[in-house]
């Protein structure tokens, strides 16, 4: 079957740096997403990670290592818009499947 | 422009209706997706259309039907709704329709469905 976990909550202060972690199990791997989601809003997409390594956005950065079966998204400088769920996806097959896999969701936050 | 849109918003109904739920995509792209968001904020993916053909149906019943008139259209029709299904629904899309890649999904901004 297909496993992704997430911490549900975290809280982090204006400013700060915080780390994001998800875990997946998947039946074969393709990639691996993370979507940022407001209240009441859609998820979109801040990143995309399919070999091993760190990838930088601006304030956002997304690590990712296959052998463990890991990845973290990081957010410096933290504003209080960025209180919102994070959401780690995974694109489990490599063929015609367009078969995405959400985590729960981490709900984001930032207080002055 | 908004790249991908749904129609309506919001929509309360009662058991037992009949509703449809339309999606459209300016982005040119060649896959289509339908999702539900419970209560619980877990995402699940209900369907997908490539080129006008559906290539997954993740277990949802049989009362959930897609249609695609062409490619740029996703509609979600719901027979006998039941409470249950109150939830948000969200359609994507994604660019290519082979390997996944970077194959980055596009949300619509949702539609939420509460069913009394």
């Known amino acids: 079957g297909q496993n992704i976990d997430q911490p549900t909550e975290m809280t982090a202060t204006e400013g700060a740096i915080v780390q994001i972690n998800c875990t997946y199990q998947?039946?074969?791997?393709?990639?691996l997403f993370w979507y940022q989601q407001h209240a009441g809003e859609a998820p979109t997409f801040l990143s995309y990670n399919v070999l091993d390594g760190l990838e930088e956005k601006g304030r956002f950065s997304s690590f990712l290592s296959r052998s463990k079966g890991y990845s973290y998204l990081l957010l410096k400088e933290l504003q209080m818009k960025d209180s919102a769920s994070y959401l780690c996806a995974v694109f489990p097959r490599d063929n015609y499947g367009q078969n995405f896999v959400f985590g729960p969701g981490t709900r984001l936050s930032v207080l002055p | 422009d908004t790249a991908v849109s749904q129609t309506p918003k919001y929509l309360v109904t009662q058991m037992g209706n009949d509703k449809s739920i339309k999606c459209e995509q300016n982005l040119g792209h060649d896959t289509m997706y339908w999702y539900k968001q419970d209560s619980k904020k877990f995402l699940k993916i209900m369907f997908s259309?490539?080129?006008?053909?559906?290539?997954i149906n993740e277990t949802v019943p049989n009362r959930f039907s897609p249609k695609s008139p062409d490619k740029a259209h996703l509609n979600l029709h719901i027979n006998s709704l039941e409470l249950g299904d109150s939830a948000v629904y969200f359609c994507?899309?994604?660019?290519?329709?082979?390997?996944?890649?970077?194959?980055?999904?596009?949300f619509g901004p949702g539609t939420r469905l509460t069913v009394l």
């Open positions: 998947t039946s074969g791997f393709n990639g």
């Open positions: 259309y490539n080129n006008k053909e559906l290539i």
């Open positions: 994507a899309s994604s660019g290519t329709s082979g390997r996944a890649g970077s194959d980055t999904q596009y």
